[in-house]
């Protein structure tokens, strides 16, 4: 039987880092913000769906979706963010849900579902494990405002949109702390492969 395994974290916290190590040792990995890219890529149903919700402006001149445009929309105005989750969630599950019975159907001992929202969407009672990539608030901020060149409030504005972090460590399952450098950060994670092989999670 395929055991689900949610893997989440907050913007910057090396939850991406994490799920590329896992996919290196040979995890299947359901990644929902590919997810997300297909199904706002040019001509797609999402994208269409999006434009009619928020209008062109958030089209680049190539019919491509401008996402830095939306994000400076919704992000820091709690009603457009939710009319985007309404617009993207459904379609969204769909694909994910698509790719675990896939998998299943190949009877793979485990998939792992990387989902930013994870807990947000309501994914993880749908898992068996849930492990969460933490790294404190300031960290958080600085790291987001290094790697996008957000100011200090484009920063914050982005963080809170999203359950706080403290939280999701308190919902987990396993605990992968980031606050170091890359090399502890790797790690925890071959200690973790090495669990869910000796444990079969």
Same mark, same amino acid.
């Given at each position: 039987? +395929?055991?689900?395994?949610?893997?989440?974290?907050?913007?910057?916290?090396?939850?991406?880092?994490?799920?590329?190590?896992?996919?290196?040792?040979?995890?299947?990995?359901?990644?929902?913000?590919?997810?997300?890219? !297909?199904?706002?890529?040019? &001509?797609?149903?999402?994208?269409?769906?999006?434009? +009619?919700?928020?209008?062109?402006?958030?089209?680049?001149? $190539?019919?491509?979706?401008?996402?830095?445009?939306?994000?400076?929309?919704?992000?820091? $105005?709690?009603?457009?963010?939710?009319?985007?989750?309404?617009?993207?969630?459904?379609?969204?599950?769909?694909?994910?849900?698509? !790719?675990?019975?896939?998998?299943?159907?190949? !009877?793979?001992?485990?998939?792992?579902?990387?989902?930013?929202?994870?807990?947000?969407?309501?994914?993880?009672? $749908?898992?068996?494990?849930?492990?969460?990539?933490?790294?404190?608030?300031?960290?958080?901020? !600085?790291?987001?405002?290094?790697?996008?060149?957000?100011?200090?409030?484009?920063?914050?504005?982005?963080?809170?949109? &999203?359950?706080?972090?403290?939280?999701?460590?308190?919902?987990?399952?396993?605990?992968?702390?980031?606050?170091?450098?890359?090399?502890?950060?790797?790690?925890?994670?071959?200690?973790?492969?090495?669990?869910?092989?000796?444990?079969?999670?």
């Amino acid at each position: 039987m +395929t055991k689900i395994i949610g893997l989440t974290g907050g913007i910057a916290s090396g939850k991406s880092t994490v799920s590329n190590l896992l996919r290196l040792a040979g995890y299947p990995i359901v990644d929902a913000d590919q997810i997300v890219h !297909q199904l706002q890529s040019a &001509q797609s149903k999402g994208l269409a769906k999006l434009a +009619t919700a928020f209008g062109n402006q958030i089209l680049n001149p $190539d019919q491509t979706l401008n996402r830095q445009k939306l994000g400076s929309i919704v992000f820091g $105005d709690q009603e457009k963010l939710t009319k985007l989750n309404e617009i993207m969630q459904p379609l969204i599950r769909e694909e994910i849900w698509r !790719q675990v019975d896939n998998y299943k159907k190949q !009877q793979l001992p485990y998939v792992i579902l990387d989902i930013p929202l994870l807990f947000e969407a309501n994914y993880a009672s $749908d898992c068996d494990q849930v492990i969460v990539v933490y790294v404190d608030r300031s960290t958080e901020i !600085q790291r987001l405002m290094q790697r996008n060149g957000y100011s200090r409030e484009e920063a914050e504005q982005r963080i809170d949109a &999203q359950m706080p972090l403290e939280e999701k460590k308190g919902l987990a399952d396993i605990v992968i702390n980031n606050n170091g450098d890359e090399d502890h950060l790797k790690q925890q994670v071959a200690k973790l492969i090495d669990n869910m092989q000796d444990y079969n999670l």
